[in-house]
């Protein structure tokens, strides 16, 4: 059975603090994403990777960075947290685009409120 | 313009009752068209998946593409209460693998 797994469920953080947000995948697949959502705005696209130590900039990676140093894991840094981060934060993974199958599959999501 | 549009809802149904989810999108360059369930609390899985134009049936889940229309379709045949959940369209273009996702519908089915 495919897993992506977050860390945390829940997490509640001051504003200023550095926060980690750590996903695991254990399909050997090479893409991985960090999507926030948030009612009304649907999920939308923080940072992905397609291959260790590459990332890319989704729609909104401003107060966010990144960090894949190995195949299964992608993490999400929020370097100083701030209230308008507080959101429902979503990892997936998916084979590459070669393989001819974009399927993403998601973790069960990390509730971040900043306070 | 948002690049996927899709009506938020809230929907609601009486059980038994054909539902029909749609989402509209902008950029003639996807390919790959998506939908996702989701349910309260819970992260999205995939529910159909299709390439390119055409239908695409799953037990009581349709899917439908129209590129021409650049219009999606989902629908529900006698739908179960169990089927109350979240449901996003996703799409993505051959060059790259990024999804972009609609809003979500909200699907509530009464029994």
């Known amino acids: 059975d495919v897993k992506v797994t977050q860390s945390s469920r829940y997490l509640v953080k001051r504003t200023g603090e550095k926060v980690f947000l750590e996903c695991v995948q254990d399909?050997?697949?090479?893409?991985m994403f960090w999507y926030r959502q948030d009612p009304g705005l649907g999920l939308r696209l923080i940072y992905f990777?397609?291959?260790?130590?590459?990332?890319e900039k989704g729609d909104i990676p401003e107060g966010y960075s990144v960090s894949r140093e190995k195949k299964e894991r992608f993490s999400l840094i929020l370097e100083s947290a701030s209230t308008n981060q507080t959101s429902m934060y979503l990892c997936?993974?998916?084979?590459?685009?070669?393989?001819?199958?974009?399927?993403?599959?998601f973790g069960q999501g990390t509730r971040l409120t900043v306070v | 313009q948002k690049e996927v549009e899709q009506d938020p809802g809230p929907l609601s149904v009486p059980e038994g009752a054909i539902v029909s989810l749609n989402c509209t999108y902008s950029?003639?360059?996807?390919?790959?068209f998506m939908w996702y369930r989701q349910y309260s609390r819970k992260g999205p899985e995939l529910l159909m998946y299709?390439?390119?134009?055409g239908n695409k049936e799953d037990g009581r889940f349709t899917a439908q593409v129209d590129k021409s229309s650049k219009y999606i379709s989902l629908f529900i045949r006698d739908s179960q209460p169990s089927d109350s959940a979240t449901y996003l369209c996703?799409?993505?273009?051959?060059?790259?693998?990024?999804?972009?996702f609609g809003t979500g519908t909200l699907l509530a089915v009464q029994p």
């Open positions: 997936a993974s998916s084979l590459s685009q070669g393989a001819g199958d974009t399927e993403a599959f």
């Open positions: 399909m050997d697949h090479e893409n």
């Open positions: 990777s397609y291959d260790v130590k590459m990332k």
């Open positions: 950029n003639s360059a996807f390919q790959y």
């Open positions: 299709t390439y390119s134009s």
């Open positions: 996703a799409m993505s273009a051959s060059a790259t693998n990024k999804l972009i």
